[in-house]
């Protein structure tokens, strides 16, 4: 799957798409790895480049613009989608401070979560 993955900005595979909320609206970005690199304190990092692909809501846009890739690209978005909500939950869990029943509630429901990913994974 990987390798059908191009970006419809540049032309070149990319490794996800990544969601940027601004306010109420969402940016959708290819995210392409171009390796890594040390940083002047000696870390590691890895260095990425990011491609502006247009607010989430004009898919289709995408899709009339360049129609293969669109498509592409499309499809990613949809494998990946359960993928990109947890991130962004785990992103908004890890800037707010949480209301003390909502950490438990939510930590609950992660802990099921994580036992019905671990029977999925058994098969
Ligand atoms: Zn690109």
Redesign the pocket.
């Known amino acids: 799957m990987v390798s059908n993955e191009v970006?419809p900005?540049?032309?070149?595979p990319?490794s996800y798409i990544k969601r940027k909320r601004v306010g109420r609206k969402v940016y959708l970005y290819?995210v392409?790895y171009l390796g890594y690199a040390k940083t002047p304190n000696g870390r590691i990092k890895k260095k990425t480049?990011e491609?502006y692909l247009g607010p989430e809501e004009s898919y289709d846009y995408v899709t009339v613009m360049h129609e293969k890739e669109g498509l592409v690209l499309k499809g990613v978005i949809d494998s990946d989608r359960a993928l990109a909500y947890l991130d962004a939950l785990i992103d908004y869990i890890s800037n707010v401070s949480l209301d003390r029943n909502l950490a438990l509630n939510l930590a609950v429901k992660f802990d099921s979560l994580s036992k019905k990913l671990r029977e999925h994974a058994k098969g």
Do not use: K
Not at 9 to 12: N, Q
């Open positions: 970006c900005r540049c032309g070149l990319f290819a392409h480049r491609c």
